[in-house]
Antibody
Framework: QVQLMESGGGVVQPGGSLRLSCAAS????????MHWVRQAPAKGLEWVAF????????YYGDSVKGRFTISRDNSKNALYLHLNSLRPDDTAVYYC???????????WGPGTLVTVSS | SFELAQPPSVSVSPGQTATISCSGD??????AAWYQQKPGQSPVLVIF???KRPSGIPERFSGSNSGNTATLTISETQAVDEAEYYC??????????FGGGTKLTVL
């Protein structure tokens, strides 16, 4: 069955950087687009980034554009999110998800918590 | 990107039909999806491509999308359906968006 497991979260100071990873198994990773979605404490879902499976084209939400970078390594069945210039409002649980045919997040991991605080 | 608006809360009696709306400019021109999220859990896809149910989702969940509004309908609502529900859409130019979420209470 599909398994997605995020890692790399933690506490980081404002202005700092972090790299999140998502280990995928149970499906043909190289044939799926992948999303990152985040959820601030007691808030709703916010779409963060997407990477296409065929041409690695990247899309970003307005609030992270220019600061975050999504990437993937098909040889390792791994998805990454590089977070730079972190701000307190980036504090959230970050989920990875594989993509359905209409670019909707399909199956989700349990998430990893990023806390930006001094 | 899309701006998707949902009512903050909807209440329904057990056995009745719950309807949750999601509005956005020309939303009907793209596909909408819906997610269920219970406290402390990851979201679960319940409707994709406007009206299709993933494997394992009960038939009482249905969806539609036309004009500026997508709708999630839960027939014969049960206590286990109490959760937060989010709509989602994709714009090929700007990427993804979620609605603000609707808390469904089954009284």
């Amino acid at each position: 069955q599909v398994q997605l497991m995020e890692s790399g979260g933690g506490v980081v100071q404002p202005g700092g950087s972090l790299r999140l990873s998502c280990a995928a198994s149970g499906f043909a990773f190289s044939e799926y687009g992948m999303h990152w979605v985040r959820q601030a404490p007691a808030k709703g879902l916010e779409w963060v980034a997407f990477i296409h499976y065929a041409d690695n084209k990247e899309y970003y939400g307005d609030s992270v554009k220019g600061r975050f970078t999504i990437s993937r390594d098909n040889s390792k069945n791994a998805l990454y999110l590089h977070l730079n210039s972190l701000r307190p409002d980036d504090t959230a649980v970050y989920y990875c998800a594989n993509s359905g045919i209409n670019f909707n997040p399909d199956q989700w991991g349990p998430g990893t918590l990023v806390t930006v605080s001094s | 990107s899309f701006e998707l608006a949902q009512p903050p809360s909807v209440s329904v009696s057990p056995g009745q039909t719950a309807t949750i709306s999601c509005s956005g400019d020309n939303l009907g021109d793209v596909f909408a999806a819906w997610y269920q999220q219970k406290p402390g859990q990851s979201p679960v896809l319940v409707i994709f491509q406007d009206s299709k149910r993933p494997s394992g989702i009960p038939e009482r969940f249905s969806g539609s999308n036309s004009g500026n509004t997508a709708t999630l309908t839960i027939s014969e609502t049960q206590a286990v359906d109490e959760a937060e529900y989010y709509c989602q859409a994709w714009d090929r130019r700007t990427g993804g968006a979620f609605g603000g979420g609707t808390k469904l209470t089954v009284l």
